[in-house]
């Protein structure tokens, strides 16, 4: 998610309008995809030939942009082109640049400096979403049930009535992030829409399989499409949707045990299957089950001063006020020498107490000394499908719908979009 802020020194609300992400699909079964934004030049290598809008032929090869410019591949199926430096995992831990092969067609827009987009059929998009949120080589059951749950929130109407929102009342912040608006195309390809790493994650047969098996399937709850929200690791309970955005109850996202008696999905320490399942710089994240972080009183100052503007003094004391069903702090008060603070929901309290963002806000606080003692649970969220729990139930040998009844409540798969129009 982006870090989008609205702020105010008194009790106000900040919203951006979300428009209805499924009208591009039905109408056309394509959409168009942010790759870059802010640059000042583009570099791109064509692989294959492409024309643009005027009809003109670009070679194959290495190309320079500093203006507007709109290519398509001249054979579909064989074109495609390279970016440099793509930004990933942007304000996360694993923030990296790497190069991405892209197919399709290609827009550059002036903007405020270059912004590079992606033009691309649905399924293709959800091909590239699956090898991208996960590794290619994941059990087919797997990819069937994200390829389902990442066209459903690509098509779903939003759930809620804002995409940022900001609340201050005195000493309390409250503060959520959904998912904005976007000017110049329908999704990012970065976390905070899906990742859309193009061609670059290596295909498997079991992703075209997949995408195949389940081509406009979407997970409904009754005649809706469900906004199937999802994260790495829910720490063996879910969250409900209220906990990391408003108020208001989703009933197909809810809290619930992500496990049986005895074992809990996401706890695993299998590397074969972890290495199987999750892309590279997801492998490095090992600790993904159970953590700890350990702050001195200053260390957590300078956090607060620098990522909420508050100077709180050294911290004393903090306390969580409230939490989910799923042990997410949603209310987290945060006491200094100074003042104190209220901080909520749980992406607000997870970028607060981190230079990115802590794994959740699923943790105790302990001391140490005159150190805090961060002991937590869970990687995201926590809402929804536990990608690393799924795998594990794939890897037992669970059907993909099963999967995706047991994560969403009193759900079912239907094909609302007909193959007309993909």
Known sequence: ????????????????????????VKTAGELSVGLMEHRDAVEV??????????????????????????????????????????TIGIGFHWERKERQVFRGAMRILKRDGLTVVNDVPLEEYVSSVI?????????IELLKAHAVISRSWLCAPQTGSAANVSMRNGDEIVRWYGREAHRDFDVCADDH?????GITKAYAP??????????????????????????????GITEEYRSAWEDREVPYLVSLYDGEPGLV????????????????FDLETQDF?????????????????????EDL?????????????????????????????IVGKELEIRRALSTSHLYSSAFDVERSGEDFVLKGTGWGHGVGLCQIGAAVMASRGWPYDRILAHYYAATSLKRPISRSQR
């Not at 290598?45 to 709109?70: K, N």
């Not at 829409?193 to 790493?197: E, G, K, L």
């Open 193 to 197: 829409c899906q990742r859309y790493q």
């Open 206 to 235: 079991t992703v075209a399989a997949a995408v195949a098996a389940t081509a406009g399937e979407m997970l409904m709850y009754g005649d809706e499409i469900c906004d199937a929200r999802f994260s790495k690791c829910c720490g």
């Open 289 to 309: 089950y159970r953590w700890t972080v350990t702050y001195s009183p200053e260390e957590i100052r300078q956090l607060v001063k620098a990522r909420l503007d």
């Open 313 to 341: 003094g050294i911290i004393v004391a903090m306390e969580p006020l409230s939490r989910g069903p799923g042990a997410r702090i949603i209310r987290l008060k945060i006491t200094g020498e100074r003042k104190s603070l």
């Open 45 to 86: 290598e064509l692989y294959g030939d492409f024309v643009d809008i005027t009809g003109r032929r670009m070679d194959p090869g290495l190309h320079r942009f500093t203006s507007e410019v709109e290519l398509k591949p001249s054979n579909p199926a064989a074109g495609s082109f390279a970016l440099n430096d793509v």
């Open 1 to 24: 998610m982006t870090d989008q802020e609205h702020s105010a020194r008194e009790t106000s609300w900040a919203v951006i309008d979300r428009p209805y992400r499924g009208d591009f």
């Open 131 to 139: 090898s991208s949120e996960m590794s290619a080589g994941c059990p």
């Open 265 to 280: 999905y996401c706890d695993t320490r299998d590397r074969e299957l972890l290495s199987q399942i999750l892309p590279g």
